[in-house]
């Protein structure tokens, strides 16, 4: 016999769902890997390489870009020879980092509970 469908009893998300929206920011791939190496401060585009060994340069050059254009983080092309990219987080990309710290906190107590 079929169980009977609860209703769901939470609030409606406003829409459009800001919740989708902000996590469609955090959840392409490596792009929280990105904030939080940038968290610290800004980074050359071969440092988050090191940051992030698994991720490809075209991977990281998208993400990079995406993160741009969404305002969470910024270019800046240093007056070097040749010149360097240093990217860092926006005020808004800030705003991310405890909700990414957050997450990680969970994170850790959800291992020590699969490793207990």
Same mark, same amino acid.
């Given at each position: ?67 741009? #254009? ?7 092309? #240093? ?38």
């Amino acid at each position: 016999m079929p169980l009977k469908v609860r209703k769901n009893k939470s609030p409606s998300p406003p829409p459009p769902c800001m919740l989708t929206h902000c996590m469609a920011v955090i959840s392409g791939a490596w792009a929280a890997n990105v904030i939080w190496s940038l968290r610290a401060g800004p980074r050359r585009f071969n440092e988050l390489r090191t940051d992030i060994p698994p991720i490809s340069a075209k991977v990281l050059s998208t993400r990079l870009t995406e993160l741009e #254009q969404r305002g969470v983080l910024s270019r800046n092309v #240093q007056p070097t020879s040749p010149p360097s990219v240093e990217y860092a987080l926006t005020d808004l990309g800030g705003e991310l980092v405890p909700a990414l710290e957050a997450i990680v906190e969970v994170g850790h107590r959800l291992k020590m509970r699969d490793d207990g």
